[in-house]
C-alpha cells in the first residue's frame, strides 16, 4: 500500500493528477477504528437556553425535514417552569459578512489532514440511488435548478473512507425553535472545527435566531460514524451579498470533527489547469435519493474561470441539482485532495451554453485561512 501512496508523491506539483493516473493506485484501507467522541452523545443531545423558545425536547430520530421531540422531565438542570426556554440543539451565534479578503502567498496552499487511524480511497465505493425524485414547484411544474447534462454522469456512493467521510450534508433553522429545518445544502470540513459551504445556505436573514447541524459522511438518515456523529454551528463568516464567484462561506463547528474525520487542504484556483479531467464535484441534490445519499462528478475539466465580485467563477459541465449548494470542487496532488472550489448553482447567459460554477480564488483560499487561524 505504501508503495502505491508513494507513486503518486513523484507527480507534479504544478498540476493536479488526472482521473486516469489517480485510479491506478490502489486504496489504502483503514488501520484503525474512529475516535470515541465522535459518536458522543454530548455532540448531538445539546439543549440550549434561548428565550421565547416554543418548542423543547431531546432528538430521537430525523425523518424527512421533521426532528421528533421528547419531554425534557429527566434532563439534569432544567426545571418545570423554565422548559419552555429551551431548544434543542445550539442556538446560533454571529454571522459576519464579509467584503474583501487579501491573501498572502503562505495562505495559497496549505496541507490537507487525515488521522493516524484512517486510510484514503481514490474513488469511493458505489452505491444505489433509493428513488429518483422529480422535483416540482406548489402549481405541479417540474423545477431545474441546476444543469445536469446527458447522459448523468453522477455516481450515488458510500461515504466510508476518507476524503468521502468529510463531505456531509447541512440542515439550516431560521427559526431556532421550529422542530422543521428549513432547508439543507452540502459542506466538507476544512480545517478542525471548520467547514466549507455557500453563502446562500448560511441564513443571514434569521435576525439572529437561527441554528444549523452538520452531519459528515450523511447517509440514509445519520451519519455513517453513529447517530451522535454530528456537529451544531456556532457561527459563520462569509459573503452575504455575493455573486456567484464569491457565493462562499465558513463556518464553525462546535466539536472537533475534522480533528477525528479529516478534513481537505486548500488551493488558489489557477487557469493553467484548466481542461484538464482534475476535478470532482461531491454533495446532497435532492434529485437523487431525496438528498438522502451522496453523490459526485468524477475527473471534469474546469472550462473558464471569470473574476467575478471578491472571488472567481469557475465553470464547469459536471453535472449537479438543488442540495449540491455549497459541496466542494477538489482536485488531487501528491495522492492528497485539496479543495479549489465550492459550489454555487449554475447559469445560463444568452448565447453562451449552460453551465454549472463554482465559487474560488484567493477569496477562497483567504477565507479558509482566516477560519483556520482563528478557529483552532
Known amino acids: 500500500m505504501a508503495t502505491d501512496r508513494s507513486k503518486l508523491s513523484h507527480q507534479s506539483q504544478d498540476h493536479p493528477i488526472d482521473g486516469d493516473t489517480l485510479m491506478q493506485n490502489a486504496d489504502v484501507a483503514d488501520f484503525d477504528l474512529p475516535p470515541a467522541e465522535l459518536n458522543s ?76 487511524w484512517s486510510g484514503i480511497a481514490y474513488a469511493p465505493r458505489a452505491a444505489h440511488a433509493l428513488k429518483r425524485v422529480s422535483l416540482r414547484r406548489r402549481s405541479g411544474a417540474r423545477v431545474h435548478p441546476e444543469a445536469v447534462f446527458p447522459p448523468d454522469e453522477r455516481q450515488i456512493y458510500y461515504p466510508s473512507a476518507y476524503p468521502w467521510r468529510i463531505i456531509g450534508r447541512i440542515f439550516v433553522w431560521t427559526n431556532a425553535s421550529a422542530p422543521n429545518w428549513a432547508w439543507s445544502g452540502s459542506a466538507s470540513l476544512v480545517g478542525r472545527s471548520t467547514i466549507l459551504t455557500a453563502s446562500h445556505v448560511v441564513p443571514w436573514d434569521s435576525g439572529g435566531n437561527w441554528k444549523a447541524l452538520f452531519v459528515p459522511a450523511y447517509y440514509d438518515g445519520a451519519s455513517l460514524y453513529g447517530a451522535n456523529a454530528a456537529s451544531w454551528i456556532l457561527s459563520a463568516q462569509g459573503y452575504r451579498n455575493h455573486d456567484q464567484g464569491d457565493d462562499m462561506a465558513v463556518m464553525r463547528l462546535a466539536q472537533p470533527l475534522g480533528e477525528w474525520l479529516g478534513y481537505f487542504g486548500y488551493k488558489t484556483y489557477n487557469d493553467d489547469w484548466e481542461d484538464g479531467n482534475y ?44 442540495g449540491n449548494s455549497g459541496g466542494p470542487v477538489f482536485g ?10 465550492t459550489h454555487s448553482g449554475w447559469e445560463d447567459n444568452f448565447g453562451e451554453p449552460k453551465q454549472n460554477v463554482a465559487a474560488g480564488g484567493s477569496a477562497l483560499s483567504s477565507l479558509i485561512g482566516w477560519a483556520r487561524a482563528n478557529w483552532p
Do not use: C
Open 41 to 116: 452523545p454530548q455532540n448531538y443531545l445539546v439543549i440550549d437556553r434561548m428565550e421565547g423558545a416554543d418548542r423543547s425536547g431531546s432528538h430521537r430520530k430525523q425523518t424527512d425535514n421533521t426532528f421528533d421531540f421528547v419531554s425534557l422531565e429527566n434532563h439534569p438542570g432544567v426545571v418545570a417552569a423554565e422548559r419552555a426556554n429551551y431548544i434543542f440543539g445550539h442556538r446560533g451565534g454571529d454571522l459576519k459578512a464579509v467584503e474583501v479578503h487579501h491573501i498572502d502567498d503562505a495562505q495559497k496552499d496549505t496541507e490537507p489532514h487525515m488521522p493516524k
Open 332 to 341: 488531487w496532488w501528491s495522492g492528497k485532495p485539496y479543495v479549489v472550489g
Open 279 to 322: 476535478w470532482t464535484v461531491a454533495g446532497y441534490p435532492g434529485d437523487l435519493s431525496g438528498g438522502a445519499r451522496p453523490s459526485a462528478h468524477y475527473w471534469f475539466p474546469i472550462t473558464d474561470d471569470d473574476n467575478d465580485g471578491a472571488g472567481v467563477e469557475l465553470e464547469y459541465r459536471a453535472d449537479t441539482n438543488s
